[in-house]
């Protein structure tokens, strides 16, 4: 069997010689020791891996617990973390991690292959009711134990302690970063059935810090893991996420010095008044998210089963003046990934601004007095104000659109119905990438997978040519092909939007505001995966 | 009296009953999908249904409602969706925050009121009694999150006198029980006032004033007590009142109480939550209620239990 791919990790080992391999390089200038206070509005939802899926809990989860893979902080780029290196097979389907010798958890025990076996099977499990089950989908026997039916995955193998070995059912390109997201991190099995369902309250995991306390609704703290396996890292003490504070009562706290980072960001209405202090400015690092904010049309709702009308809604729209509206917290896009996601389409310009040929479209298409529909929205600011915007750009070109704002558990709703909504404006319930790859804003929604009721293709777009077309890129399992692979989802989202089941508006910018003693790269505050900030890399300027 | 009592315990508990049965029908009738929400957005179908039949949110809804009521006779308020831990544990952890700014909001109503109430009687319909009753409405009638921003702005922000919200100190104790406190001392002092204007006008104040006994003296001793009794008795029922501020003060001040635990679950439609902090704050006011009743007599001969 040919063995093609080495892990970055062991190439640089051959090339160096090195003695140890570093899934991650450390900041020789970073200090040692400090603690931080970040705050949050709301309670932090649960701590077990299997379960959190929320921004506010998904990277503090990443501190307490380790994957196989990671990301080198402040990029998209992976690199092994728990595992040491692995091995992919020619067809794409089996891979096998040689894990990382002498990795404890929490509790002292050392973790081996079997807590990784256990910690899949376990997320697969219908018991543990995780979310991030179908994930999982692609390993041999899932239909069987997520139905409950096997007692964990046959394609799961443990070859020896330090050897795991995942059987794929077809070459799935997305593999390593599954083994990077939060619900393949490693969990202690002792610690899982000690605690049973109040797991999530007394994480035990392999990572850079430890819970050290919690106080419900109050706090928590949490404290530098000494025995990490990675020297050098966390370089905090001690981190203290303080519960209950309003974001503008944060604000406040940070200008008098009480707190670091604010977690949930700089309030809306303040957002001006920073930005335009010099001083405070200069705290604030700047940087994308793999976010996008679009409208969705549904298909199945007449006059949008007329491609002619939702091209017209996208040449409609003044995405420069909406990004306006939020204070320019945002750049306009014209296509369904956001910049920083590899397989976007650089040169592809997307549908100009441009009303009289929306105009000309809408009459082509029997509209020419135009029509009334509605814009679902959610009901939280500032998406009712963004809705407004859309709804005089629509008017303009001779759209009624009435706006409908809910609460975002309604208008979700109203999008998983087959013919429940006409348009919905994404904001505040946007996608989000799980994971920085271009097949991740594809099956879920806008592919025929998540045009089911309940499913969250909310254009109900389902373009079967591109399905096959979008499996077709994802058994392109070679590292060395990825560029291939990146160009094959551009031009299936290009495709898409000849289609324009959506209109991209824009992809929202992330403002990170931390206090002067911060240090470390601004990458850090602003990284793809961690947010707001990436805690184990981050270091405080005033200590020795 | 016993029998008062029981018949009070098993009207009190029939009203838990209903407002159980509404809460939960009102619930049921959303149309988000807790399972939904539950199973997050990359779940496929089958994980969605899986997580709602283990849930027995596919049942119909008096099976549902029957479930929920037998395990609250056992104590069990069920587990959060969101938080996936005990409701009953999230709320007795923050129970002791929220008893605490009671506390806190009824001495302050008390102070404020019944002060600005007897200064308002005894110098009724002058200068002095005008302007306070004016400043008794505006405490009625401000919204609690105006006035809980507007303290905030002025004592902790500008002056630094108090902490910027949080828990934990005395001092952190005084914005919020001020807020909360600020709307019952308007209807203290307006109560205070009349029932002291009444009893000023009573005979025994004027055999006592015709003894040769000091105003102060007359006031205080012979007068205040009178007009304070039927007031008091009152605060059970400010309980209720108390309640629904108190969602609203716990989120501006970020304290750590059932508020503002039931303000994030309405948010995330985390509905074992809303359910149980509903039907906790119920029995405080249903219990509120029915110690206001029992205490009256005792503070006023007149009235009779039946």
């Given at each position: 069997m040919k063995k093609y791919l080495v892990s970055t990790v062991a190439a640089a080992a051959l090339l160096f010689g090195a003695a140890t391999a570093m899934a991650q390089d450390v900041d020789p200038n970073a200090k040692q020791g400090g603690e931080i206070v970040i705050t949050y509005k709301d309670d932090v939802a649960t701590l077990d891996p299997a379960i959190g899926y929320d921004w506010q809990n998904w990277s503090m989860i990443k501190s307490l617990f380790d994957g196989l893979m990671d990301y080198k902080p402040g990029t998209t780029e992976l690199v092994p973390d728990l595992a040491e290196s692995y091995e992919i097979s020619p067809d794409g389907t089996t891979f096998t991690f040689k894990l990382r010798k002498g990795v404890k958890f929490h509790n002292g025990r050392e973790m081996t292959a079997e807590d990784v076996k256990y910690s899949i099977d376990r997320v697969v499990n219908p018991t543990t009711q995780s979310p991030g089950q179908g994930f999982f989908a692609s390993i041999k026997g899932y239909e069987e134990a997520a139905a409950g039916?096997?007692?964990?995955?046959?394609?799961?193998?443990?070859?020896?302690?330090?050897t795991i070995k995942f059987e794929l059912t077809r070459p799935d390109a997305t593999f390593l970063h599954v083994m990077a997201i939060n619900f393949s991190h490693v969990v202690p099995k002792e610690e899982v059935e000690k605690w049973g369902a109040d797991f999530g309250k007394h994480p035990v995991g392999t990572g850079a810090f430890k819970l050290g306390e919690w106080t419900l609704g109050q706090r928590l703290v949490f404290e530098r893991n000494a025995d990490y396996w990675h020297k050098g890292l966390p370089h905090l003490d001690k981190i203290t996420f303080e519960i209950g504070q309003e974001p503008i009562v944060a604000l406040l706290r940070l200008q008098k010095g009480e707190i670091d980072v604010p977690g949930d960001g700089i309030p809306p209405a303040k957002f001006q008044e920073v930005m335009n202090d010099p001083e405070q400015k200069a705290r604030v690092v700047e940087g994308g998210q793999l976010h996008t904010g679009y409208v969705t049309m549904n298909v199945n709702i007449p006059p949008f089963d007329n491609v002619k009308v939702r091209q017209a809604v996208n040449m409609a729209i003044n995405k420069d003046r909406i990004v306006q509206l939020i204070n320019n917290r945002a750049v306009p896009a014209n296509q369904p990934l956001p910049p920083s996601m590899p397989g976007y389409a650089k040169d592809y310009k997307g549908y100009p601004y441009d009303p009289a040929k929306a105009k000309e479209l809408l009459a082509e298409a029997g509209h020419a007095d135009g029509f009334t529909t509605d814009l679902y929205v959610m009901n939280t600011d500032p998406n009712p104000r963004i809705a407004q915007g859309i709804q005089q750009d629509l008017a303009a070109i001779g759209i009624k659109a009435n706006i409908q704002a809910l609460a975002q558990a309604n208008v979700i709703a109203a999008g998983g119905e087959k013919e429940g909504a006409p348009m919905i404006w994404s904001g505040g319930m946007a996608w989000i990438a799980d994971?920085?790859?271009?097949?991740n804003f594809y099956?879920?929604?806008?592919?025929c997978g998540g045009?089911?009721?309940?499913?969250?293709?909310?254009?109900w777009y389902c373009n079967e040519d591109l399905d096959k077309k979008a499996a077709e890129a994802d058994s392109i399992v070679d590292p060395a092909k990825q560029e291939e692979r990146n160009k094959m989802w551009s031009d299936i989202y290009v495709k898409i939007m000849e289609d324009a089941p959506w209109a991209p508006v824009f992809n929202e910018q992330r403002f990170t505001l931390k206090s002067a003693r911060m240090g470390g790269d601004d990458s850090l505050y602003v990284d793809p995966v961690h947010?707001?900030?990436?805690?184990?890399n981050v270091y405080v300027k005033d200590v020795q | 009296m016993i029998a008062y009592l029981g018949r009070r315990i098993v009207q009190s508990v029939l009203i838990l009953l209903g407002i159980s049965i509404i809460t939960f029908a009102l619930l049921y009738l959303l149309p988000a999908d807790p399972v939904r929400q539950i199973a997050g957005r990359s779940a496929t179908p089958a994980t969605v249904e899986s997580i709602r039949r283990q849930l027995g949110l596919d049942q119909p809804f008096l099976v549902q409602y029957g479930r929920y009521l037998a395990n609250l006779l056992h104590g069990d308020l069920g587990r959060s969706y969101i938080q996936r831990s005990e409701v009953s544990q999230l709320i007795i952890s923050r129970l002791p925050a929220t008893l605490l700014l009671m506390v806190g909001a009824i001495v302050c109503e008390l102070l404020i009121g019944l002060t600005m109430g007897l200064v308002a009687a005894v110098r009724r319909g002058s200068r002095t009694d005008n302007s306070l009753m004016v400043a008794s409405f505006v405490g009625v009638s401000a919204p609690q999150f105006v006035v809980g921003l507007l303290l905030l702005y002025v004592f902790a922000v500008r002056l630094s006198w108090f902490p910027i919200g949080g828990y934990g100190t005395f001092r952190h104790l005084v914005l919020p029980s001020l807020t909360v406190g600020i709307m019952g001392a308007g209807w203290y002092a307006r109560m205070m006032r009349s029932s002291m204007v009444d009893v000023l006008h009573q005979d025994y104040i004027r055999t006592a004033r015709a003894k040769g006994l000091g105003r102060l003296k007359v006031l205080l001793g012979h007068a205040l007590p009178n007009a304070i009794l039927p007031i008091v008795a009152m605060v059970g029922i400010d309980i209720g009142i108390l309640m629904g501020g108190i969602v609203v003060v716990e989120s501006v001040f970020g304290w750590p109480g059932i508020g503002q635990l039931v303000w994030q679950a309405i948010q995330r439609v985390d509905i074992p939550i809303i359910m149980g902090v509903t039907l906790v704050s119920a029995l405080a006011i249903v219990l509120g209620n029915l110690l206001a009743d029992l205490i009256a007599p005792f503070i006023d001969p007149r009235i009779k239990l039946r």
């Open positions: 039916k096997a007692d964990g995955l046959s394609g799961i193998t443990v070859v020896d302690p330090l994971f920085p790859d271009p097949s099956g879920p929604i806008l592919g045009a089911v009721p309940g499913g969250w293709n909310w254009s947010i707001p900030i990436n805690y184990d | -």
